[in-house]
């Protein structure tokens, strides 16, 4: 009755929320589920499901994951139950739950596929069971909230039910360790020709095996600690991935992915290596609900990343691109990676502050110290112009990366940026934006391409 309660509640609630934001620009709340979890606790443990749950979880790359899948399964014409929207804390998880069931608690969809935050593990797991469970990567995150990765490994292994299989990433050397008795598919690279084998980087948060405690070495290193791993002293190593990403060929945007079944070419939706180990992970575990290669192949010629996280654009010979790097420590490290490894001269702007509340709190900017700011100091990078109320964190902590003052500019406002650049014909323009400060990006572009539109 308790449960009936809630729901009925709950989906009232929901209901006048949507009547709501079709006068206001409201849009995903998590109150219907605050309600539903206040009435009954259990709600989430109770409340009917589709026959099958996907969940995407991991520090990096969880929403960009699951919006592709859920645009994706939506392609194939699956009816699909998500948090898009709302969060994807249990609130969130709640709320989205609700939406997929009717009055009288039958479910209405055929697969869920959720975005989960990995610190609510403890909260919605014991309640929920997924079939599936999509790992992006376990890195170091804001300390406050996620302490080191292995606190939050140890809680991913602790609440994830052991029955749920496991779509990992082979090149993460922390999160490939998860449920080890689970059944388990990986996905992961290929060495490719230029990938270092040394470990230059600040962070590494797999530095040393975890079996035997001795320095672990790299076969080929991606990004921060996403590397093909091996111990010299126990043999530990990363797994061979069952979705391998053989070549991605940048210039005709293909990606080949090998499998035991053979080798099968996508399109490469963005050419980011982070976004390239999600684009693999959408594979695997499509593949892994049964769809055939050629409709994943298909349904990949269509989809595109949320323009919050990534925006590229030409203007002329200009190449503006736009890529959102959450403040933390990997996000930033593979962006700035990504960035100085563009072919010609560049232009970089960074704009990476949160204006979140927390954005006073000296936890904002702890991650500057720890990030390889190092890499910006190359001699591509004519030019870098930093903005926003941590201008002066970022500028010092630039300097003390050797980079030369000359080529620093610091403006106060955001929208004064675009008047900074030199726009030269055939260079490039980066953008590193903070998730907050999307509009302020999109000002600075749409300022970028007015200045130059009479001059290219
Ligand atoms: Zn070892």
């Known amino acids: 009755m308790r449960f009936y309660l809630a729901l009925w509640l709950a989906k009232f609630a929901s209901f006048l929320l949507k009547i709501a934001s079709k006068f206001t620009s409201m849009r995903g709340t998590n109150f219907p589920g605050e309600i539903a979890l206040k009435i009954c606790p259990e709600f989430i443990g109770i409340i009917s499901k589709p026959e099958k749950i996907a969940v995407v979880t991991g520090t990096n790359g969880k929403t960009t994951t699951s919006n592709l899948l859920v645009s994706l399964l939506r392609e194939f014409g699956f009816d699909v139950l998500s948090n898009e929207y709302g969060s994807n804390i249990k609130s969130g998880v709640a709320t989205a739950l609700l939406n997929g069931v009717t009055w009288r608690n039958r479910s209405t969809k055929e697969i869920a596929l959720l975005e989960v935050d990995e610190r609510s593990a403890i909260r919605i797991y014991p309640y929920m069971k997924p079939d599936y469970v999509v790992v992006t990567n376990l890195s170091r995150d804001t300390i406050m909230r996620n302490a080191h990765p292995e606190y939050i490994f140890r809680m991913l292994n602790t609440y994830l039910p052991d029955t749920a299989k496991m779509i990992l990433n082979a090149d993460d050397p922390i999160s490939f360790r998860l449920k080890e008795h689970n059944p388990r598919v990986y996905y992961g690279f290929d060495q490719q020709p ?72 996508f399109h490469l939706i963005s050419d980011t290596t982070f976004n390239i180990y999600n684009e693999a992970a959408c594979i695997a575990l499509l593949t892994e609900l049964g769809i055939s290669a050629e409709i994943i192949a298909q349904g990949l010629e269509k989809v595109t990343i949320v323009d919050s996280r990534l925006r590229e654009e030409r203007c002329g010979n200009l190449r503006i691109a736009a890529i959102m790097s959450k403040g933390l420590t990997p996000a930033c490290n593979a962006v700035l990676g990504y960035t100085v490894s563009q072919p010609g001269e560049k232009e970089v702007v960074l704009y990476l502050e949160d204006k979140h509340e927390l954005a006073v709190s000296s936890e904002r900017i702890t991650w500057i110290w720890d990030s390889d700011f190092e890499l910006l100091n190359d001699e591509s990078i004519t030019r870098i112009v930093i903005t926003g109320f941590r201008r002066y964190d970022f500028y010092y902590r630039l300097l003390l990366g050797g980079i030369s003052s000359k080529k620093i500019i610091l403006v106060p406002a955001p929208e004064d940026v675009a008047s900074q650049l030199n726009l030269s014909d055939g260079s490039s323009v980066f953008i590193l934006n903070d998730i907050y400060s999307v509009p302020e990006r999109d000002r600075m572009i749409r300022d970028i391409k007015n200045r130059i539109g009479g001059k290219v």
Do not use: W
């Open 194 to 265: 230029e990938d270092p084998v040394e470990d230059t980087h600040l962070v590494n948060d797999a530095k040393v095996c975890p079996v035997c405690h001795s320095m672990i070495k790299y076969k080929f290193l991606k990004y921060d600690h996403i590397g093909q791993v091996f111990c010299p002293d126990c043999g530990f190593a990363s797994p061979t991935p069952d979705y391998a990403v053989e070549t991605v060929d940048y210039a005709s945007d293909r990606l080949k992915i090998r499998t035991s079944s053979g080798t099968n070419e």
